[in-house]
Structure formats: C-alpha cells, structure tokens
T-cell receptor, first 114, second 111 residues
Framework: EAGVVQSPRYKIIEKKQPVAFWCNPISGHNTLYWYRQNLGQGPELLIR????????DSQLPKDRFSAERLKGVDSTLKIQPAELGDSAVYLC????????????FGQGTRLTVV | GQQVMQIPQYQHVQEGEDFTTYCNSSTTLSNIQWYKQRPGGHPVFLIQLVKSGEVKKQKRLTFQFGEAKKNSSLHITATQTTDVGTYFCAGPNFGNEKLTFGTGTRLTIIP
C-alpha cells in the first residue's frame, strides 16, 4: 500500500511569489496534518483536519497561509506571498483516527525562498 | 501553550555504548509517541505509550512513560550505526488533541 505522497519534493521560489504543496494521505485515514520543520528543530503543527474539517489551525499564519482538504481526502497547503522565513520542510502526515493513533509522514517538500 | 523539551539536544556515542534521551512536557499527556528521523528523511513512528508508568521494549530500545504522564525516556542498549538519527517524542495533552513534537535529540555514532 502506498504511504503518504507529497509533491513536489523540492521547490525554489523568489520571495513574494505564491507556492502550493499537495498531499495525498493513506487511504482510509481520516486525520491529516500539515507540519513545518525548520532545520535542526522538531515538526511544528500548522493545521489538522478530521475528514474535511479543519479542527486545529491555531498555528497557521492565516494572513499568508491557507489550506484545504476537499472531500476529506487529499489536501493542499498554499503560501501567498512567500517570505524568506518560510524556507523549511513542509511535512504532511495522516493517521487513522486522531492523535491517539500513529502518524505516517510523507517525504516532505523542501521549500527554499530566495 | 504546551511545550515539550528533550535533553540532550545532541549525543555522540561510540558504537556499542548506550544512549538515553529524556522528554519532558509542560502539561499532562494523554499518550506519548516516539519517532525517529534519519538524516534527510521524514519522521517514522516507533511506538506509543498510554498508561502511567508503562514500559515497552523493542529489541535494544526501551521506552518508559512517567507516572505523572509528563515525561518519558528512550534508552538504546549497545548502539549500532543504524541507530543514527534524531529521536522525537510527541504527545497530545488532555483536552487538546494537538500532537506536539519535542525538540529532538540527535544521535551520532562514532564507529
């Protein structure tokens, strides 16, 4: 069975440009997370979905970040406009049912803003 | 907000030596999960502990959840080069289903 699939793997953009990341979770997983990981640090939660509902987006910088999970399956995370400080690895993860079950991570998208 | 700290931040050990990382949460956790992230890779789930004082073993790895459910530890016996990576604990506190990751401990092995 395929794991969590993310694309693209790498993205280099100039500041002020928009960028989007895509995630396809493991089939049947209701919970989907987007994390941001800076170099040498632990993943920081940006948003968590239960099916198509965003149940925790308190850490999402809503002035420039947006996310959606239409039909409760795959998800996109968008940044517009990107800033230099947004350079990081964006990780998508899914779990069967909430934080009481293990999270499976995708390979991540490494974003570099120049 | 909830903070999850790990010590040490870095650990360099000779191959064959033991290794321990400690995880401390500012709030009581409903469960604790441990993940391993190889250099350049993504976090991979190792184990979950739920009960107060719970101890679980996976071959050379021993995981412990504190009695107060605010701390945890991971101990590796006789490290091998395959153990290289960063070990993260993660846990949601009661009443807040937010899976917060610790700061991580990066383990390097000297052959």
């Amino acid at each position: 069975e395929a794991g969590v699939v993310q694309s693209p793997r790498y993205k280099i953009i100039e500041k002020k440009q928009p960028v989007a990341f895509w995630c396809n979770p493991i089939s049947g997983h209701n919970t989907l997370y987007w994390y941001r990981q800076n170099l040498g640090q632990g993943p920081e939660l940006l948003i968590r979905y239960e099916n198509e509902e965003a149940v925790d987006d308190s850490q999402l910088p809503k002035d420039r970040f947006s996310a959606e999970r239409l039909k409760g399956v795959d998800s996109t995370l968008k940044i517009q406009p990107a800033e230099l400080g947004d350079s990081a690895v964006y990780l998508c993860a899914s779990s069967l049912a909430g934080v009481g079950t293990e999270a499976f991570f995708g390979q991540g998208t490494r974003l570099t803003v120049v | 907000g909830q903070q999850v700290m790990q010590i040490p931040q870095y650990q360099h050990v000779q191959e064959g030596e033991d290794f321990t990382t400690y995880c401390n949460s500012s709030t009581t956790l409903s469960n604790i999960q441990w993940y391993k992230q190889r250099p350049g890779g993504h976090p991979v789930f190792l184990i979950q502990l739920v009960k107060s004082g719970e101890v679980k073993k996976q071959k050379r790895l021993t995981f412990q959840f504190g009695e107060a459910k605010k701390n945890s530890s991971l101990h590796i016996t006789a490290t091998q080069t395959t153990d290289v990576g960063t070990y993260f604990c993660a846990g949601p506190n009661f009443g807040n289903e937010k899976l917060t990751f610790g700061t991580g401990t990066r383990l390097t092995i000297i052959p």
